[in-house]
C-alpha cells in the first residue's frame, strides 16, 4: 500500500516566513528613517519658489505638432559631435558651428556633413554667436566670453562684473553694432553641479552686456532663475532669455521708450527652456524656435511647491544618483509676439538644449549624445494638434 504525505501546512515554515517579513520592514524602516535623517542634517538649504510662479500651469495646448521627431530624422556626425550643446549657422561658408563637451567648437559642412575640428576652448564651450565679420563668439561655462577669430585666434573679453566672477557663462548674442550680450546662469554653482541651482530655488543668475570699443561689462538685470539662452531680436530692440525653473522667456529691451525695462515675452512653457534660436533674416519674417530640455511633469510640480522634495534630490546628486524623470524633449515654435504655434518633440528624447531651423531642416542640439539630430521639415512637418488626439 503506497504511503501519502500530508500536506497541511507546516507551523514551523508559516513562523520562519513571518520573521523574514517582519525583518524586512523594519530594515526598510530604518533605511528610510536613517535617509532622511542624513537629508535633514545635510547643508542644502532650499528655498520656496515664487507662490505667484507656482500658480501658473503650463499651456500644453499648440496649434500643430510632431510628436515624434525621431521617426525619419537623421544622426549628424555621429561619434565625432559629444554633447553638441548649442548651434549656429554660417551662411557663408554653407557651415554650422557646435559647441562640444570635450572642448572642441566644430565645423560641420551641411553639403556633406563632414565634421572638422575647428577650434579647442579648454573650457566646456556652450552658447555661440556669428560675429559680424566672421568671427564666432562663445559663451565657454569656465572661461566666460570668448573671441574666435576666423583664423582660430581665442581672446577672452570678460569674466567677471562687479567683483562676481561668472559662475556659469551660459549664451551669447550679438547685435548689428557689435554690442554683446549674454547670461551668466548662476554666480553661485559651476557646470557640474548646476542642477543644484534649480533646486535650491533662489535667482543667482545675471543678464549682461559687454561693449567691445569700452572693453566694459555691464550687469542689466540680476537675481534671475537660471538665466539661460539668449537672442536678439530682427529689428535689434530687445533681447528675449529663458528663466529655465520659472519655464518662461523674458524680454530686456536694449532701445526705444522701453529701454532698460523688462517684460514676460512668452510664460507656462510646456517645459524646461533652453537656448532661443531666431529662424530670419530680416525684419518681422522669421520665427523663434526655443529648445524644451524636457516637459514639465507632475514630480516636477511637486519639487518647485515642496522646498523639502529639491533637499532630497540635492542630496541624491551630490551623494548618489536622482531617479531620471525627463522626457518629451524638443523645441516649440513660437512668432514675435510670443504665440505659440509649432511644437516637435519625443517621449524617448531628454535633454535637447537647441533647436534651429536651417532651410527646410530643424537641427538639434543634445548635452548628452554624440551627434546633432537632423530633421527635414518637409517630409516630416508638425500637423494641426486635432488631427493627433
Not at 224 to 247: K, W
Not at 274 to 300: F, L, M, P, V
Request: aromatic share 10%.
Amino acid at each position: 500500500m503506497e504511503s501519502t504525505r500530508s500536506s497541511s501546512p507546516n507551523p514551523a515554515q508559516g513562523t520562519r516566513s513571518s520573521t523574514w517579513c517582519r525583518d524586512l520592514l523594519i530594515t526598510l524602516v530604518c533605511t528610510v528613517a536613517i535617509a532622511l535623517l542624513l537629508v535633514q542634517y545635510d547643508d542644502f538649504d532650499a528655498a520656496a519658489y515664487p507662490s505667484e510662479e507656482l500658480a501658473k500651469k503650463p499651456v500644453f495646448e499648440v496649434p500643430r505638432v510632431n510628436s515624434h521627431v525621431l521617426h525619419g530624422s537623421e544622426k549628424v556626425g555621429e561619434g565625432q559631435l559629444l554633447g553638441p550643446e548649442d548651434i549656429v549657422y554660417d551662411p557663408k561658408l554653407g557651415v554650422i558651428y557646435t559647441s562640444c563637451s570635450d572642448g572642441w567648437i566644430k565645423r560641420v559642412r551641411l553639403s556633406d556633413s563632414e565634421v572638422e575640428d575647428w577650434v579647442n576652448t579648454g573650457g566646456r564651450p556652450l552658447g555661440l554667436a556669428l560675429g559680424n565679420s566672421g568671427e564666432v563668439y562663445v559663451a565657454d561655462a569656465y572661461k566666460g566670453v570668448l573671441k574666435i577669430t576666423e583664423d582660430g585666434a581665442i581672446e577672452v573679453l570678460t569674466n567677471e562684473a562687479e567683483g562676481i566672477k561668472f559662475g556659469l557663462t551660459d549664451a551669447v548674442t550679438v547685435t548689428k553694432n557689435g554690442i554683446l550680450y549674454f547670461t551668466d546662469a548662476t554666480w553661485k554653482y559651476e557646470l557640474h553641479n548646476c542642477v543644484l541651482d534649480i533646486f535650491e530655488g533662489r535667482p543667482h543668475g545675471r543678464l549682461m552686456s559687454y561693449d567691445p570699443s569700452t572693453k566694459q561689462t555691464k550687469v542689466l538685470a540680476r537675481d534671475l532663475y537660471f538665466a539661460n539662452g539668449i537672442e536678439i531680436s530682427p529689428d535689434q530692440d530687445f533681447v528675449i532669455f529663458c528663466e529655465t525653473p520659472m519655464m518662461r522667456c523674458m524680454r530686456y529691451y536694449i532701445q526705444g521708450e522701453k529701454e532698460g525695462s523688462i517684460d514676460v515675452f512668452i510664460d507656462r512653457l510646456v517645459g524646461l527652456p533652453d537656448n532661443i534660436r531666431y529662424d530670419g533674416e530680416g525684419h518681422g519674417e522669421g520665427q523663434y524656435w526655443i529648445a524644451i530640455n524636457t516637459e514639465h511633469t507632475y514630480s516636477w510640480d511637486l519639487a518647485r511647491k515642496y522646498p523639502y522634495i529639491r533637499k532630497v534630490l540635492a542630496f541624491l546628486e551630490k551623494y548618489q544618483k536622482r531617479p531620471s524623470v525627463e522626457k518629451n524633449a524638443g523645441a516649440i515654435v513660437v512668432d514675435l509676439d510670443g504665440k505659440l504655434v509649432e511644437r516637435y518633440y519625443e517621449p524617448e528624447l531628454t535633454l535637447v538644449t537647441t533647436g534651429i531651423k536651417i532651410g527646410e531642416h530643424l537641427y538639434l542640439g543634445n548635452l548628452m549624445t554624440s551627434f546633432i539630430t537632423r530633421l527635414n521639415l518637409t517630409q516630416y512637418p508638425a500637423t494641426p494638434s486635432s488631427l493627433t488626439n
